[in-house]
């Protein structure tokens, strides 16, 4: 009786941990600019891309992050330099000449998971718009920050690889839920050996541990 009444309560309050800690999701993609398969007309101040929630910044210095601009022959564009604000991440606009491009980009999302994914566009300029130098090797804003090339992604959005990071919440639901196990393990001990130790009407004692009374 002893036992099934503990892993009775093991199972109640183990559900009440993977319901105190649910999966999170990924960051996905919500706007861009440029947009995928967009063409276009006129240089905008910075390349971007917005997500669904704030992204993850610890280090406050883009590591992690990335935003590359790269033509058909191979060459990339900007100097690799990131921001990172809330749920968006932005980079200085350089491109060469007309023609198609594809924006690589990797975030750190809010769960503190990497994801990357890449899309294409059209740089088809209506004016006289100088064309920016384009380099072999992908920029790495000075050799600090930014600039590493996104994984190639699996899928559209597609996880790349965990980070070291967890988020603080998620440790203390988790820590929280463990405490509420432990305690409901403990309740019931205390409880069921209290009605074991409770004298029964006839002036013994309820006691499902002691023997059969003697002849």
Known sequence: MLRAAAIAALVA?????????????HNYLVESTPASGQSLTELPANFEITTNEALLDLGGDGSGFALQV???????????????????MST??????????????????A???????????????????????GSATAPNCGGTTGG???????ASGTEVKPTDTANLSDVLTIGG????????IGITLFVLGRRRSTP???GTTNDSAA????E
């Open 200 to 202: 029964a009407t006839d």
């Open 148 to 154: 590493s090339a996104p994984a190639a992604p699996a």
């Open 111 to 133: 769960d503190g998971h990497t994801v990357s994914d890449e899309f294409p566009f059209t740089w088809a300029p209506t004016g006289d718009v100088p064309a920016s130098k």
């Open 13 to 25: 309050a183990g559900s009440v941990l993977v319901l105190a800690a649910p999966a999170q999701a």
């Open 177 to 184: 839920a463990v405490v509420a196990v432990g305690l409901a």
């Open 70 to 88: 790269r033509d058909a022959d191979g060459l990339y564009y900007g100097d690799g330099c990131i921001s990172v604000t809330n749920a968006t």
């Open 211 to 214: 023997g059969p009374p003697s």
């Open 92 to 109: 200085p606009a350089a491109i060469g000449a007309a023609g198609k491009y594809t924006v690589l980009w990797q975030v750190v999302s």
